[in-house]
Each structure stands twice: as C-alpha cells, then as structure tokens.
C-alpha cells in the first residue's frame, strides 16, 4: 500500500472534522485494506473509527425499536437478544451467514452497507474499469460476467454485495449520519443508495465527510415473520449469486403486509413493491409464492454467462416467503 | 553400491488374500525386505506428525519467515501485455529512488529473454528497505514494449475444434480403419466431449526466496520442492560454482508440483542480493501465484467407445486438446488403460498453446483431467447398456487387486444401498446420486540417477539423527524418517533427531511423482541398519557376546540376558560418533510396479439452485507399506478434498479481450472449505510390495486421480444425466436440467 497518516479519533465529531476527499474511514477494514494493497485506493489519511467503538458498537432494543451501532460486528448481529423476535430473523440470518467466523467478528454493519463492490473489474489496478475512473468501457458487459447484475443497471453490472441491506430494507430501517454541519440526520435505507446507479454513481450517497454511525428501525406488528436466503457456489467464505430478504404478516390465515428486497442482483438492493404487492389478501401457498417471484424477476434482462442467476434467484425467494410463511 | 555379495532371501508378498512367495537377491549390506511376515513395532503404529506443534504454533520456520539482519524486500515487475517484445528497459530512475538497493532488467536488450510470453511475465526487479517501497519504485521503472496480437483461449487457437452450442466437437475424426471396425461391430457405441478448467497448485505458501549473495558463496531459503535441484539451477543462472551454493527449505507450504525450479523469483533475487550486498526476500504475491507460478492445464477430450453385448469395452477412441499455456506442451490427458485390454483403441494427444501463463506439473498431471472424462464416459456407456457401472468396472479392470478394492469399496460405502436405481426420475428438489471411478499409479521410488543417500549418526550421548538434504513438502517425511531409524534402533519416533532440506546434506530427490518416500525410505532404514551394526560390534565387545546376538528392542541394546540401556550403550561409543551413510539402491521385481484405488462418492443437488453438495466419500487406496498411518490417511484425504474443489468449484477465469486472470485470489479463484466437505473415509489397503527393504509407494498424486470422476458420475446419477464439464457449477447443473442458461 501507499504510505498514509492514520488518524485515531476520540469522539465521532473529530473524526468527521478531520474527513475530506483526500481522506478515508475505516471500520473494520475487511473492505479497506484489500483496496489499500491492492493500491485501487491510496489515501493521504485513513480514519479509523475503531477507537469510537465504546459509543459506535452498541445493539439496543427500547420498547419498539431496534438501534444497531455502525461498528457493531456481524457477530453481534448474528448473536443479539435485541432481534430475537420472528419479525427481525431475516437480519440476523443475514449476518450469521456471511463469510467467515472471522470475518464476522470483525466486519461491521456500517462496513457492509458501505463497501464497494466486489466486481472482479473494479477492485484490481491492472484492468481500466469505467467505475472505478480507470477506463471508458465496462469490461464486465462484453467480458466475464457471470457474478453480474441482471437488473437495474445502466453502464455497468457491478453488484452491490451488501447482505444485510436487503433484510433492514424489507424492516424499513433508517440510517443515521452524522453530517458536515456536526448535526445527525436519518434517512430511508433506501437513500443510503442512488436511485438509478450508473458507473459513475459512487456505491453510496453519504459524503466524504459524512459518518454512518447507526441503523434503527420498528420491530414490526406482532405476527411478522421474516426471511434472508441466499444462493452460493460454496457455502462458506463466498459471496451470494443471489439473495432475497422477505418480510410477511398473516392475519386469519392470508397475508395482511409483505416486503421483498433482493441482493447481488443489481448495483444497489433491489426492494421489489410489485412481487410484494401480489400477496397481499391471500393466503400462502406455492403458486403465490411463485407468481411473486416471477413478479420480482420479471424486469431481470441478464447477458449470457448470468441467465442462470433468474431461476437461482427465483428459487431463493420462493424459499425465503416459504420459510418466513411456515406455521411455527 | 556393489552387489557382487549378495544373498538369496524368501519373502511373501502381496495381501494376505492374494499373496505369493518370491525369491530376491539382497545384497550384502542391505537387509532383508520386509515382508508380510515382519513384525514391526514402531513402523505402522499411530504416530503423530513429529513436527506438527511446531507447525501449529508458528515455530515452524518457513522461507517465507526467514529474516536476516539487514534483509531487503525485493518484487517483480510484471508485463501488463500477453504479449511482447521489450525493446528497452531503464531502472535508473527506480535505483534513484529512496530507499531502493538494487533494480535490474530480466527482459529486453542485455539478458536472455525479450519475448513476453504472458500478461504478468517478469520484465525487471527491485530490491528495497520496505515492500512497498519496491513496489512504488516499480512503477518508476521505464519499459518499451513492442505489442503483440495474443490469444488467450486455448479453443480460439489455430488447431482448435469446431464445436456445438453443448461444447461437443464436431470436427470429424480421422480416419482409423481398426477402431472405427470395432466401432461399427460394437452392441453399444456412444461419443461424447468433456472439458476441464485450468486449476492453479494453490499452495498456501507461495513461490519465494530468500537469498543471501556474499563472500563470492550464496545461502538461500527457498520454499521449494527440489533443493538440489534449486541448487543446480542457481548455480547455472548466477555463473557460480554448485559448491558455493546452499539451498535451506526446512519447511515447505505446499509446492503439487509447481515448485521444482528456482524460477524468475529465484534467480532476480540471489541478482538482487549480490548487487545490494545484502540478503533479499523475494516471495510472490497471491496473485502472482494463480497468474505466473503455473496451473493444471484446461483440456477438452473427445471420447467415441463401444461394449460388446456382454458389456465389455472393445473400442475405444480418446482425443485430448491441452491447453498449457505459453510452453504449448503438457497438456496431454491420461486414460485407465487396464479398462480397455480388449479394446481396439487409438489416443491423439494435441496441444494448443496460448499467451498465458505456462502449466506445471500438478499432483498427478494429465490424470484427474483424462480420467473424469473416461469414467464418465464409461458411465455413459452403462447407462446405455443398462448395466450397474460397479458390474461395467468388474468386467472390464484386468488390475487383480482393484477388482479387490471395488469389492471392499462398495461394501463399506453401501454402493447398492446409495446408488440411485432411478435417477432424475422421482421429479423431487433435492437428488442423491453415487458414483465410483478408478485409479492408478506406477510409483515404487528409485536410486536417482546417481543414488539418493541417508545418513545415521549415533552420538556418545545416545542422541541419534538420520538426515536428508531432500525437503519434507508436508507430507511427513521427517517423521518417516524418525520411524524407520527407530524402528531399527529400538527407540521411539521422538527420540530421533531428523534433519531435511540442507544440500550439504546427502542428496535426495525432488518431490514429484509420489517418490520422496519411496526412494529415500529404503536408504533410511539402511543407514540405520549399518549404524546399529557398528554400535552392536561395541556392544558386543563390552558384554564379551557375539554380534549376532545383540539386539535392540524398548530402548535397551543387548543379549537375551544382559541388556544395557541405549544411553549406557552409545556411552561405548567414541572418540566422535557412529556415522553411517547408505544408498538407495534399486528395486527388487517384487509383486507388482504401480498402485490401484478406487473411489465413491454420494452427492446431493438442489435442482432447483444447481448447487451440489458431496455428501459422502470413500477412497480405498493401496500403497505398498504403510510406514505412517495417519500421514498417509492425510495425503488420502487432502487430494481428496483437492479434488472435490477441481470438480466443482476451482476455475481461473481470464478475460480474453484483455488477456487476463479475473479471479487472481482466494475471494472468487474459489476453493472447498470446511462447511462443502463431506464425510471423508479412507481404507488403506496394505501390501507388502517386496520392491525393496521398506517396500513403501508413492502416495500424494493417485488418490487425486479418482476424485473429480467419481463426484462426475454421482452428480450423472443424481440428475440422470452427466454435466460433462468441469467445474460443475450450478449454471452447468441447471443447464443440464434443461432450465436456466
């Protein structure tokens, strides 16, 4: 890697007065340091927010709502007594599942909504990618891209490769950030993301200098169950081929509200309102389950070495509604 | 080494259920084979690794963890083109650079080469204080290339097949008047194309040394498969006496074949080290690894075959296209020839060569990749024929103790039981299918060309050390060694002091073939025998007995009723020590040259997601002597897991456009880990080879020959048809289906 100063702040606002485009934040660096020694990144100074993990890594749960820390691991995640309820398993799943136990003890929530990418074009030097500013072209489209994107897209196929994103989608989470004025602010999770990203969206709409240092959202009505599955080529240390987070309630035996976000199928997690919207008023069953995620497929337009992914896809959803519909 | 004394000795050979008497002539010094009838105390018994705390704990020194005073980083620079020439290459700039000790060119005007054969070819080096100040000089250094048109798909080279949309070739066959006859007059004939991926060794350590140039003499500590062969090849490139080199590896992580030379790694970092004066650590990155340290080469084969009515093989028709790399050769696919003793055959070998990165040797070369794509086919066939593929192996295997092995197999994995009567048929999510193939190898070890030699010291204290300037690659030879000397001695494996991976050391071979072991097994277990003879002599004085009579057993030298301990012995000994170095010499007939196996596998598919879980395996597998049962059941083990990540995960993909590796790293260059494993069982099945005094064979390649078919075959028996590429991913899966892409 290049040689860069490393700030260790005391308080969140420190770090966040320190920020700027020559700078960049780390957390539990799974993303980070592969980029610094990779050298696709060379920042004049790294942030590390670990020493704010005292105030940044709590998972709390009051009343109604569920409060995660940025700096919280994916092992806390996984763990936690706080998403113990049906309504929250989808997150927890999502988290336990991922990678590595080593990996999930150091990996943060705010790292895994944020990280970059995992296209085999974007993150090595050598080849001139049109996200990363390298070149002109999106290799991916007329070279190998059978871990592409197979919706959503405009100039390039990357995908966003967050797991836990679909589940806090499909809970309606907020993200907090702390901003340039020193003030925090939420936003939908869905604003997390650009809204139709283009190679030249970055992966995320925080700012430089904006800090991510929390995720909350309502523990849904009692009777809500929800749902993460995803598909792999090996099933441990891999990425998703495809993921899908799902969010049902039942009242009297048919589906009273419904939520579907699917991942590592387009550049940002892909909530599908249309599939979820079939459920509504009726009663589970395999064949509902399949139109819906026909529905939530129905837009996939994907290349040659990636068409597998429409029926992967299509099976993990059914999966993850069948899972999160069964009587327990 | 001369054998003008020798004696006639009977030893019983074979298994137990298939043995014969035999005569040898053993020469003088050399002592009787062991036999089925030896009774052994330490060889056999469940010895752990001797060295594997210290392997665990990082105590264990590996080239890579060498670290002399003064060390420098040294890296390579890598051409970022398939292919080139390098017309001019100028370091100053770099060596200006703070920090930087020495750069040197190893391409363009004024060295060897100018051709760049492969994208991430070396063209210059660096040595500096720190890593990341050579990798930052790198870029400092000014190249012209003259570019060149490449091709980086071995199916898009001249000479390739046409094929189909399914990959099948379609380019006719040459004619053949003899097969395409037993073809025609075949009851069943079927054709079919199969393809590999390339595979990358993988080692965990990578390729690197570290190399100390001073005093005009160069010590270096390589992580190498051939330390003499490093040796050799240092002292040919650097233009020094072989005497002033010495290589070290007394640890080695992992080599399968790709570590036999010192390599572009090797020779620019002894250069950098005599023009920094100073040692230089030069170890590649990962990427470098699966980009310019070798692979097992991609092939496509063709096979057309034929079974006559009773089900035997009577034609059978293989072509191969290797796809090896820039070196255009290598990549011939191996066939289980002992099928196919009735069949009028033909076998066309053709490589395709392309601007990429050259294959090595890779545990059991051309043999994982031919024999997935023949016991494939042979399944194919049987489906045809309506016959069980266990019944089709039975008819067809001349190999006696095979025919053995399958028998045993299929007991012990409950074949009838998990074999799926009714492939695909059922229409439920979830398959189970099982599937078996074969292996061979031919591997008893040899003398080298000049003999491998081991040598057994016995110390006045009672110390005693057996040595070998061979490297232990992993596979436990140290401990081997501990057992065989023990064995002799009377001792126990950890008392023995084991030193390997020094050439001032007797010399020994390079770890290919499946033959550290059973070359050097032999000439340990003779110099152990000459050093107790002289320890007997002192002994037997000292007690006014007979040699002959004394014996060593428990810890204690003496005769039936006066015994010393071992440590009261070696106190006779003296001034200085007992040292006795004995040659490997060559093989006795014995019972037979080469080892079978088998393997089995049961899988599970999700047809609904493609993905396949191996749920089950057993390899049975002989082996000549088993010297150490829980090392050898470890090799068995890792080819197997080695193999099951060949079948269905491990693939490097390059862009073509680009000419490059995509999935240079262990993130998407994908490999089994814990939670694909299956239930792993091995069956060692023990024959007394007679081939020399140990009678131990070759273990680390043929217990990978089997794996990748025998999951091939499952998987053909789980969805009722064959997925005829490797690996078998869920789109191929799905494809195979009928759905998906």
Redesign the interface.
């Known amino acids: ?3 860069f100063a490393l700030f260790r702040p005391e308080a969140d606002r420190d770090a966040q007065a320190k920020a700027g485009a020559e700078t960049a934040f780390k957390a539990g660096g799974i993303d980070l340091l592969d980029r610094l020694k990779e ?1 696709v990144l060379a920042p004049q100074t790294v942030i590390d927010l670990m020493p704010l993990r005292a105030n940044m890594a709590a998972i709390g749960r009051d009343a109604d709502r569920v409060r995660l820390g940025a700096l919280a691991t994916l092992d806390q995640v996984a763990r936690t007594d706080a998403l113990r309820d049906p309504a929250c398993t989808a997150l927890a799943e999502a988290a336990g599942d991922a990678a ?1 136990p080593q990996i999930r003890n150091r990996a943060t929530v705010g790292g895994n909504l944020l990280q970059l990418s ?1 296209c ?2 974007l993150r ?1 030097a ?2 001139s990618c049109l996200h990363s500013g390298r070149g002109d072209t999106c ?1 991916a489209q ?3 891209h ?2 592409h994107a197979i919706m959503g897209t405009n100039d390039c196929i990357r995908v966003h490769p967050s797991n836990l994103a679909p589940p806090l989608y499909v809970l309606d989470a907020k993200v907090t950030v702390l901003g340039a004025d020193g003030a925090t602010r939420d936003l939908p999770i869905r604003d997390l993301y650009p809204e139709d990203p283009a190679a030249e969206s970055p992966e995320h709409r925080l700012a430089a200098d904006e800090i991510l240092v929390a995720v909350h959202f309502a523990v849904p009505a009692t009777g809500t169950r929800s749902c993460y599955r995803e ?9 998703a ?1 495809t993921a899908a987070a799902v969010r049902l309630r039942l009242d009297g035996g048919k589906i009273a509200e419904a939520a579907i976000c699917l991942g590592a199928v387009a550049p940002v997690p892909m909530a599908r309102p249309e599939a979820a919207a079939l459920l509504i008023g009726e009663a589970p069953s395999a064949t509902l389950f399949a139109a819906a995620a026909e529905r939530a497929f129905a837009e996939a337009d ?1 290349l ?2 990636n ?2 992914k ?3 896809g299509t ?2 959803l ?2 993850a509604l069948t899972e999160a519909a069964r009587a327990r | 080494m001369s054998r003008h004394r020798e004696r006639e000795v009977e030893i019983r050979v074979g298994t137990e259920a298939l043995h014969r008497t035999i005569k040898v002539q053993v020469p003088e010094d050399d002592p009787k084979p062991w036999d089925l009838d030896s009774k052994l105390s330490v060889v056999g018994t469940d010895v752990q690794r001797l060295d594997a705390v210290a392997k665990v704990t990082g105590r264990a020194r590996y080239a890579y963890d060498q670290a002399p005073t003064g060390l420098l980083q040294g890296t390579l620079l890598r051409a ?1 083109h398939p292919k080139a020439k390098v017309k001019r290459v100028d370091v100053s700039a770099a060596l200006a650079m703070p920090g930087v000790r020495a750069a040197i060119a190893t391409k363009g005007p004024g060295t060897d080469f100018v051709q760049v054969r492969f ?1 991430g070819d070396d063209v210059a080096a660096v040595a500096a204080d720190t890593l ?1 100040a050579a ?2 000089a790198l870029e400092a250094i000014e190249v012209d290339y003259e570019v060149e048109p490449f091709n980086t798909d071995y199916l898009a080279a001249e000479g390739a097949p046409r094929r189909d949309a399914a990959g099948q070739v379609t380019d006719p066959w040459p004619e053949e008047a003899e097969v395409e006859a037993a073809l025609a007059a075949a009851a069943i004939q079927h054709e079919a194309t199969y393809s590999v991926a390339v595979q990358t060794h993988s080692s965990l350590e990578p390729h690197g040394f570290v190399a100390w140039y001073r005093d005009d003499e160069l010590e270096v500590w390589a992580s190498t498969q051939a330390t003499f062969g490093v040796q050799a090849g240092l002292a040919r490139a650097l233009e020094i006496e072989q005497s002033k080199v010495r290589v070290h590896a007394e640890f080695v992580g992992g080599g399968f074949g790709s570590k036999f030379f010192a390599g572009a790694e090797g020779v620019a970092a002894c250069r950098l080290s005599r023009d920094a004066g100073a040692p230089v650590k030069l170890m590649l990155s990962r ?1 470098e690894e699966h980009t310019a340290a070798g692979n097992r080469p991609a092939a496509l084969i063709q096979i057309r075959a034929g079974l006559d009515a009773e089900g035997h093989v009577t034609a059978w028709d293989f072509r191969n296209w290797g796809g090896p790399g820039y070196i255009g050769r290598g990549g011939s696919a191996r066939e289980p020839a002992y099928y196919l003793q009735r069949a009028k055959r033909r076998s066309v070998q053709k490589d395709l060569a392309t601007d990429t990165d050259s294959s090595r040797a890779m545990r059991a070369p051309g043999w994982p990749q031919g024999f997935f794509a023949a016991e494939t086919m042979l399944d194919e066939l049987a489906a045809k024929a309506g016959l069980d593929p266990l019944e089709l192996r039975l008819k067809n295997d001349s190999h006696e103790l095979r025919a053995a092995e399958w028998r045993l197999g299929a007991e012990r994995f409950a074949w009838d039981e998990r074999r799926n009567a009714a492939p695909g048929s059922e229409g439920g999510r979830w398959r189970r299918g099982a599937g078996l193939a074969s292996a061979v190898w031919g591997q008893m070890g040899s003398p080298g060309r000049t003999p491998h030699k081991v040598t057994c010291r016995i110390h006045a204290d009672g110390t005693v050390e057996a040595r070998n300037g061979a490297q232990d690659i992993g596979t436990g030879m140290k401990t081997v060694m501990a057992m065989l000397t023990a064995e002799e001695l009377g001792l126990r494996p950890e008392q023995i002091r084991v030193t390997m991976g020094d050439t001032r050391d007797p010399a020994g071979p390079a770890s290919g073939g499946s033959t550290t072991t059973p070359s050097l097994a032999p000439a340990v277990r003779g110099a152990a025998v000459q050093a107790k003879a002289e320890l007997a002599a002192a002994v037997a004085a000292h007690l006014g007995a007979a040699a002959d009579d004394v014996t060593f057993a428990g810890g204690s030298v003496g005769t039936a009723n006066r015994r010393l301990s071992f440590a009261d012995a070696a106190k006779l000994i003296g001034p200085g020590s007992i040292e006795a170095t004995a040659a490997r010499l060559p093989n006795y007939d014995g019972f037979q040259d080469f080892v079978c196996g088998c393997q089995f596998a049961e899988v599970e598919i ?1 047809t ?4 396949v ?1 191996v749920r089950h395996m057993l390899a049975v597998q002989d082996c000549g002597r088993v010297i150490a049962p829980k090392l050898a059941e470890s090799q068995v083990l890792g080819a197997m897991i080695q193999g099951i990540s060949y079948a ?2 491990e693939q490097r ?6 000419g ?1 590796m ?3 790293d262990f ?2 260059y ?1 490999i ?5 494993m299956p239930s792993l069982d091995v069956v060692l099945l023990p024959v007394a080879n007679g081939k020399n005094s140990v009678g131990a064979a070759g273990l680390g390649e043929p217990p990978k020959v089997a794996t990748a078919a025998a999951i091939s075959n499952a998987v053909h028996n789980a969805l009722g048809v064959p997925v005829r590429s490797l690996p078998i ?3 191929r899966v ?2 195979a289906l009928g ?3």
């Not at chain 1, 598909?231 to 990425?239: P, V």
């Open positions: 890697m290049k040689p050298r590595t995992r085999w074009y090595n050598r080849f290799l007329e070279g190998e059978r871990y598909s792999r080529e090996k099933q441990a240390h891999d990425w081929t994907p040659d070495q068409a597998y429409v029926p992967v099976a993990v059914i999966d | 970022p994208a990341d990798i930052d990427y999700d609904h997601t493609g993905v879980a269905l995960h993909v390059l862009d073509h456009n680009v490059r995509l999935n240079g993130l998407n994908k089994t880990m814990v939670r694909d991913t869920p789109d799905l494809a759905g998906g892409k």
